[in-house]
């Protein structure tokens, strides 16, 4: 046999050990689920890490889209998540059409998934800080030193290695999200053809980040399941250490239910871009968004008279607030997001009986 893959294939066997880590449900919907998601992680981490590797010839890829189908540490239902690998010692244009979306935002990261399973922010830049011509298009240079002549800047560091991408939708349905595209304004070196030993750094890369990624959100499951049910702040660096959006205030933490209960959830609308939450299963993967009401926005949300918003999480609709359903599991995993909001009002929570 291959040796470099049967290297790969007993790598993969060790990471999927996580499956029976002693915190980990072992009910038939959450193993299915699991070995589900490390199909999804393996898909992610190999086009991240085997295919599209050379900083010098970089592409945007979209792995959470309709068709890869990747849901990662929380994902949000509303957003398109795009990146590209890249290398702090180049220059790279990025230009794109504006479509319709409210919110696109751009960072530079120092991408360590591969290594410890974090990711460093060295970058951020908004689309309303860009100009944005008559034809809807605008660019941009993402690099290690800012541009003499004032050109638009996603700032990097020497270091780092992804320019990460989020479009919100409010409502999908009728936006358009921006195109883009990047290029490589100073590629060096001459192509090399593919050898054993390069595949074998860039499987051993995949696995790094295919561990990391699945060790690094069944930690944060951990951390959440003793706290079942209650809403609170556990510190924005907590979020922001996994490659979490500066502009965004985060709530996580975990949910419990009998069939015969409701989670109810009472806050306060702050001053805000968009708002959302949604829904999780235990690995941190949103529920099936498609086919059930598992999330909500600023844009679907019914509010209070007194412009309260109260979100009930429940197997079926208890006929008051904005229901969200379970969709069949009985525990997990939730977010709930404030951008660029001016107060971060703390939800309040309750467990009652329908």
């Given at each position: 046999?291959?040796?470099?893959?049967?290297?790969?294939?007993n790598?993969?066997?060790?990471?999927g050990?996580?499956?029976s880590?002693?915190?980990?449900?072992?009910?038939?919907?959450?193993?299915?689920?699991?070995?589900?998601?490390?199909?999804?992680?393996?898909?992610y981490?190999?086009?991240?890490?085997?295919?599209?590797t050379?900083?010098?010839?970089?592409?945007?890829?979209?792995?959470?889209?309709?068709?890869?189908?990747?849901k990662?540490?929380?994902?949000?239902?509303?957003?398109?998540?795009?990146?590209?690998?890249?290398?702090?010692?180049?220059?790279?244009?990025?230009t794109?059409?504006?479509?319709?979306?409210?919110?696109?935002?751009?960072?530079?990261?120092?991408?360590?998934?591969?290594?410890?399973?974090t990711?460093?922010q060295t970058?951020?830049?908004?689309?309303?800080?860009?100009?944005?011509?008559?034809?809807?298009?605008?660019?941009?240079?993402?690099?290690?030193?800012?541009?003499?002549?004032?050109?638009?800047?996603?700032?990097m560091?020497?270091?780092?290695?992804?320019?990460?991408?989020?479009?919100?939708?409010?409502?999908?349905r009728?936006?358009?999200?921006?195109?883009?595209?990047?290029?490589?304004l100073?590629?060096?070196g001459?192509?090399?053809?593919?050898?054993?030993?390069?595949i074998?750094?860039?499987?051993?890369?995949?696995?790094?980040?295919?561990r990391?990624?699945?060790?690094?959100?069944?930690?944060?499951?951990?951390?959440?399941m003793?706290?079942?049910?209650?809403?609170f702040?556990?510190g924005?660096?907590?979020?922001?250490?996994?490659?979490?959006?500066?502009?965004?205030?985060?709530?996580?933490?975990?949910?419990?239910?009998?069939?015969?209960?409701?989670?109810?959830?009472?806050?306060?609308?702050?001053?805000?871009?968009?708002?959302?939450?949604?829904?999780?299963?235990?690995?941190?993967?949103?529920?099936?968004y498609h086919?059930?009401?598992?999330?909500?926005?600023?844009?679907?949300?019914k509010?209070?008279?007194?412009?309260?918003?109260t979100?009930?999480?429940?197997?079926?609709?208890?006929g008051?607030?904005?229901?969200?359903?379970?969709?069949g599991?009985?525990?997990?995993?939730?977010a709930?997001?404030?951008i660029?909001?001016d107060?971060?009002?703390?939800p309040?929570?309750?467990?009652?009986?329908i």
């Amino acid at each position: 046999m291959n040796a470099t893959w049967e290297k790969f294939c007993n790598d993969l066997l060790d990471v999927g050990e996580i499956l029976s880590d002693p915190i980990v449900p072992q009910d038939p919907l959450t193993q299915a689920e699991g070995v589900r998601y490390l199909s999804r992680l393996l898909r992610y981490s190999t086009i991240n890490c085997v295919e599209y590797t050379d900083p010098r010839w970089p592409q945007f890829t979209s792995a959470p889209n309709p068709n890869m189908m990747t849901k990662i540490g929380a994902d949000n239902p509303d957003n398109v998540y795009m990146r590209a690998n890249i290398s702090g010692k180049y220059t790279y244009r990025i230009t794109g059409t504006r479509g319709t979306v409210p919110l696109v935002t751009f960072g530079s990261r120092i991408n360590r998934y591969h290594i410890d399973g974090t990711m460093m922010q060295t970058g951020d830049l908004h689309i309303h800080d860009l100009e944005v011509d008559e034809h809807g298009r605008f660019e941009f240079i993402a690099s290690s030193e800012k541009p003499a002549d004032g050109t638009a800047w996603l700032p990097m560091d020497p270091e780092s290695n992804l320019i990460s991408v989020r479009q919100t939708y409010k409502d999908r349905r009728n936006e358009v999200i921006a195109e883009l595209s990047i290029e490589c304004l100073n590629p060096d070196g001459e192509f090399v053809p593919l050898a054993p030993e390069e595949i074998g750094q860039r499987l051993d890369k995949a696995i790094g980040m295919f561990r990391g990624t699945a060790g690094t959100f069944l930690e944060w499951s951990r951390k959440f399941m003793p706290h079942a049910n209650e809403i609170f702040d556990w510190g924005q660096d907590y979020f922001q250490n996994a490659g979490g959006d500066p502009t965004i205030f985060y709530f996580h933490g975990y949910w419990k239910l009998a069939e015969d209960e409701a989670w109810v959830i009472e806050t306060e609308i702050p001053n805000c871009e968009y708002y959302n939450f949604v829904l999780q299963n235990f690995w941190v993967e949103s529920l099936d968004y498609h086919r059930s009401n598992i999330y909500i926005n600023n844009h679907t949300a019914k509010l209070n008279d007194d412009g309260t918003l109260t979100i009930v999480v429940a197997a079926k609709d208890p006929g008051y607030g904005n229901w969200i359903s379970t969709d069949g599991h009985a525990e997990g995993t939730w977010a709930m997001r404030w951008i660029k909001a001016d107060s971060h009002p703390i939800p309040t929570a309750k467990v009652v009986k329908i």
